[in-house]
């Protein structure tokens, strides 16, 4: 267990809808990053937080947007979802361990558009 | 851009020795990581190398050699559970990481 928790576990939804991804980082840890894992492509990093302020981007599109709250919780919103935005999408957090720059991953949320 | 290299299967029998290289080509370069993944499971943490040397941690060791732009993991005394994916992965600076593709290990009895 990482300490970092994620919700929903699973989600299934259908095209053209909204969903909201939620992350709870490791106690301690200021930064969360959101990845996005499907079938055929590696590990995509999408955004990163830092105490409340977006400090990076990936390869995130337009219809995705995050942030993280006051408390360091993170949510995660796709919208006009697509089929191809199935894949399982994956929060880590980092900043109390023995590296500052080792992320700890939850357990994903797996998306399924239909 | 980055650009991160590991090969991308390898099979070995229990109880033997596997190493998985990693070659990177990234703008900075702050630490490479190596993570282990099970199907459907989150990556999880093995080893962290910034200087150039082997660190080693129990049965797997990693190595880094920062002029050449290279890394290998030792997965030593390989057990079933072993059979993962392995994931190379470069911080170009102190905000992102950049994974390979993976490297998925088949251990056979």
């Known amino acids: 267990d990482s300490g970092v928790t994620q919700t929903p576990k699973h989600l299934i939804t259908a095209t053209g809808q909204r969903v909201t991804l939620r992350c709870s980082p490791r106690?301690?840890?200021?930064?969360v990053y959101w990845y996005q894992q499907s079938l055929d492509q590696g590990l995509q990093f999408l955004i990163q937080y830092y105490n409340g302020e977006e400090r990076a981007k990936g390869n995130i599109l337009e219809r995705f947007s995050a942030q993280q709250f006051p408390d360091l919780h993170s949510e995660l919103n796709l919208s006009s979802l697509e089929l191809g935005d199935s894949a399982l999408y994956f929060c880590?957090?980092?900043?109390?361990?023995?590296?500052?720059?080792?992320?700890?991953f939850g357990p994903g949320t797996r998306l399924l558009v239909l | 851009g980055q650009n991160i290299d590991q090969p991308t299967e390898m099979t070995a029998t229990e109880g033997a020795i596997v190493q998985i290289n990693c070659t990177y080509q990234t703008s900075g370069f702050n630490g490479l990581f190596w993570y282990q993944q099970h199907a459907g499971e989150a990556p999880t943490f093995l080893s962290y190398n910034v200087l150039d040397g082997l660190e080693e941690k129990g049965r797997f060791s990693s190595f880094l050699s920062r002029s050449k732009g290279y890394s290998y993991l030792l997965l030593k005394e390989l057990q079933m559970k072993d059979s993962a994916s392995y994931l190379c992965a470069v911080s170009p600076n102190d905000y992102k990481l950049s994974f390979g593709a993976g490297t998925t290990v088949t251990v056979r009895a």
């Open positions: 880590a957090s980092s900043g109390a361990g023995p590296y500052q720059e080792t992320q700890y």
């Open positions: 106690s301690g840890d200021l930064s």
